[in-house]
C-alpha cells in the first residue's frame, strides 16, 4: 500500500489542529495567572474555585439529572423506533426521527420554545428542558439501534418464529439481547448529547436553571478566568470517558451513524 | 389478551407508537405552532398576539406583516447570502482538510483504522462551547500565536491585525468545531474502495495524480455529499461561534432568530426568518439528493 | 470525588430547604456583597442572584416564560412593560414603612402614579468613561458625545473604543448628539443617527455590555460608553489594582439617558414576604448608602444622603446639578412597529462593515466564485465527454 508522504505529512497538521487547541485548553487550567497568555507556574487552585463555585456545582447537577433523565427516556423511546423502522417500515417515523437531528438545532430551539409558551403554557424549567433534550436524542437512539439491526442476520429471527416463539418472547429472548450493545451505545451516546447540548437548552431553559454550556457560555461572555478551563477539562474527561465505553460496545454503530 | 399481544399488527403499533406520539407532539406540533406564528401579529409587549380578536381596535387574526417586513430591506437577504457564504467555505475548507486525513486513515492497515477515527472522535465528544473557547485563548491578542502573526505583518510594514473578534475567528471556529463531520463520512465511503481499482490504473499506465481524479474522486462523491450536507446545514443555523469569536458585524442567521425570540421580542419576525431558514435547507437537501442521484448513475 | 458526592448530597438537602430563598434577577453589579450578606443575616434566608446585562434581555426572557423571580430591577421604561402586561403584584406599602424615605420628587411618576407596583431602587446615567492620562495625553476632550462619533477624535483612539451593545442606550447617545430627544420617533432622526453611528463603527473596538469595566481596568480600553455605576467600579479597580492611570466619567454636555431603576415584585414569585422584606431594607438609608458607597449608583433616597460620602455625594457625573438634570432624559418604551423598525436598524448597523474585514469578505467571495466556476466547468466537461462515449 503506497502512502505518499505528503499525505501523511497533511494529516498530521489535521490532527495537530484538532488537538493543540483542546491541548492548550487543559494545561491552561493548571496556569498560575488569570490569563490565558504564558504559563506562569503549576497550580490546582482553578479547581478549587470550581468546587467552591456554588452556581457551577448547581448547574453540574442539573446537567446531570437532565441527561439521565432523557438519554434514559430517549433509549426506550429510539430503541422502539430503532426496531420498528427496521422492522415495519413505516413510512413517516423514519423522517420523524431523523429530522430532528439533521436540521440546525436553532430551528427546535426555536419551536418549542414557541410550542412550550404559547400551547402548553409551561414553566421553561428542568421539565422544559428535558423534554426538548430527548426530542433529538431520540433520533441518535434509533439510527444506532437500526444499524445493528441491519447488520445482523435475520435468520435469527424466523428460526424463533418457527420455533414457535411469540413477538413478545422474541424481543425478549432474542432481539434485544442481540441489540443490548447497539441500546447501551445510543443510550451513552444520549447522555453525552444531553451534557452538551448548548443551543436547544439555551432556549428552552428560561431564567434560573443553568446546565453546565449555558454556565461556560455567559463565564465566556462576562469574565473568562481559568475556571472555565478547569471545568472545560472536566467535562472532556467525562465524555471522552463516555465515549469511548460507548465504542466499546458499538464500534460500528457509531460508523452506522456516521451516515 | 395474550392472543392480542401475539398479533403482528398490535405489536406494531405498541412498537412505534409511543415515539410516534413523542415526536409528533414535542417536534410536528412545535414545528407547525412555528410556521403559524410567522403568520401573526406580534404583541404589544412581546410575544404573539392572539389570533382571534379580543379587543377591539387591537390587531389579530393572521397576516403576510412580518414576511413583507423580510423583503422590504434588502439587509435580511444580505445576512441570508453572507451566513451560505460562510456555511460555503466552511464547508469548502474542511473538505480539503478532511480528504487527506479520511484517505489516509482508509488506507492504513485495519488494525490502526478504528483508533485513528476514533482520535478524530474524540474532540467532537468535548463540549462544542470548549472548543470555541479553545480559539478565544489561541487568537487572542495576547497569546503566543498572535504575537508570531503580528511580528511576522510587522515585517512588512502591516500594522498588528486583532485575530479575534473577526470574521476569520468565526470561519476558522465553524471549520473547527465541523471538521470531525466531514472526515467520518469520507473514510466511511474511502473504506470501501477496492485497492485492486487502483491497481488495475496503475497498471494501464495512470500517474499518481490521475489514480487520484479519475478512480478515487469520482468513487467518493456520495462520501464527499453527505460529508459537506452535515457540515453545511448546522452551519446555516450555528449563532454561538460568530457570538463569541465574531466582531460587531458577524451576524449569521441564527443571531438574528436569536434575536428576535431573546433580544427584540418580535417572536412573529424570528418565526418568518426560522422558515426561511427551513425552506433554504430543504432546497439544498432537494438538490443534494438530486446531485448525487444523479451522480451515482454516471459513475 | 468525595468530595463531590460530599457537595452533590449536600446541595439535595440543602434544596428540600428552598422555603427561606428570595429570587432577585438584578442588573450585573448592581448590588453588592456585603449589602446582600447584611440581608440574608436581618431575614435568615437566602438571595439568590440572576443577572442580565440588559432591559430588552431581561423583557425577553420574561416575554419567554421565565417564572420563579420575586423580586426585578426594571428600568422604569421596562417598568411600564411590565405594568401594563399585568406581570406585577401590587405592592402592600404597610410591609414597606421605609417608603418615606425617597425624595417626593422620585415618587409617583407617570409609569406608575401612587408607586402601585415599584419602588426607586437606584439610578444611573449612561455617560462616557475613560481613560484620564491617555485622554489628556491625547488631547481629546471628554464632555462631549463627539469625542465617540467624530472620526477626527476617533481616529487618536481607534480600537481602544467600545460602546453599549443595546440598540436603545447607543441610538439615543446618538439622538442626544444630534440634539433630538432620545424618545423621539421620527424615522428620518432615525436614520441620521443610524448613519452617524455606521460612520463611527471602523473605529470602535467592540459593542460591549459587560465586560467593558475590566478591559477599562487593564488598559486595553481607553475610551467607553456606560453606564455611571459601572466606571464608578471600574475607578475603584484601577486603583487597588495600582495602575498607573486612573478612570473618570462624565456626563456629556449635549445630554444623555438617565435610568430610574425600580424594585418590583414579579406575579409568579413565590415569597412575596422576603420581597417585601428586601424592599424595605434596601429602603433604609444605611442600606441606600451602602448602594452608592460600594457601586456609586445614583441615590433617589433622602435618609441615605447623610451616609453617603461626601466624595461620591459631590461628584457631579452621580449626583448632577439642577443645570445638567435639565438634559437627562427617561426612556420611554416604544410600541411594536417602532420596535421593529428600529431592530431592523440595529441590524443595518450591526452589519455595515468597515473596510478591513471587508476585504477578507471579497477575497473570499472571489474564491467561492472561482471554486462554483470550476465545479460547474468540470461537470459540463464530463457529461460532454460522457455524451462522446468516453466515460467507462
Redesign the interface.
Known sequence: MRRSSWLWAISALVYAFLYVPLIIVVVYSFNDSRLNAEWVGFTLNWYHVLFNDEQMIRAAVNSLTIAVTSSLVATALGTMAGIAIHRYRPKFLPFMVITPVAMPEILLGVSLLLFFIQVLNLTLGMLSIIIAHITFCIGFVAIVVRARLAGMDESIFEAARDLGATPWQTFKLVTFPLIMPGVIAGALMSFTLSIDDFVITFFTAGVGVATLPLQIYSMIKIAVTPEVNAVSTLLMLLTLTTIIIASKFAPDALRGAAK | MINLLNSTRVTKWLVSGPPFLYLTLFFLLPSLIMVVASFRYPGEYGGLAPIFGVEPGKESGLTLETYRFFFSDFIYTQVFIKSFGVALATTLICLLMAYPLALLIAQSPKKHRDFMVLLVILPFASNFLIRVYAWMIILGPQSAFSLVINHFLGLFGIEPVLLLFSSFAVLVGMVYVHLPFMVLPLYTNLEKHDPVLLDAAQDLGANAWNRFWRVTWPLSLPGVYAGSALVFIPVLGMFAIPDILGGTGDILIGNLIKDQFLGTRDWPFGSTLSIMLTIAVLCLAGITAIISRSGVRNA | MK??LF??VF??CRGASAEDTL?L?NW?NYISAETVERFEKSCNCKLVQ?YYGDN??M???L???????DLLVPTQNAAD?LI??NALRPLDKSLLPNLKNIKPEYLNRDFDSGNKYSVPYAYSITVIGYNEQKMKELELPTDTWAVIFEPKYLTKVK?RVTVLDS?RELMAAAMRYLGYSINDTDEEKWQQARDLIIRA?PY????NA??YI?ELTVG?IWLAHGYSNDFFQAAQDAQKAGRKFTINWRIPKEGAVIGMDNMVIHK?GPRQDLAHKFINFMLEGENSAELTNLIGAGNPNAAALPYIKPEIAQNPAIFPDEQTIKHLEFMKDF??KQ??VM??MW??I?????E??ST??KG??V??GL?VFAVLGLAAY?RLA?SRGQ?A
Open positions: 468530595r463531590w457537595v452533590l446541595l439535595c429570587h434577577y450585573n440572576d430588552e434581555e423583557l425577553a426572557k416575554a419567554a416564560g421565565a417564572t420563579g423571580y412593560s401594563k402586561q480600537g440598540q463603527k470602535w473596538a467592540a459593542f459587560q465586560s475590566k486595553n409568579s410600541d411594536r420596535r421593529r431592530s431592523r441590524t443595518e450591526k452589519l455595515k462593515q468597515g478591513d474585514d477578507f469578505w473570499l467571495a474564491l467561492l471554486f464530463k460522457a466515460a
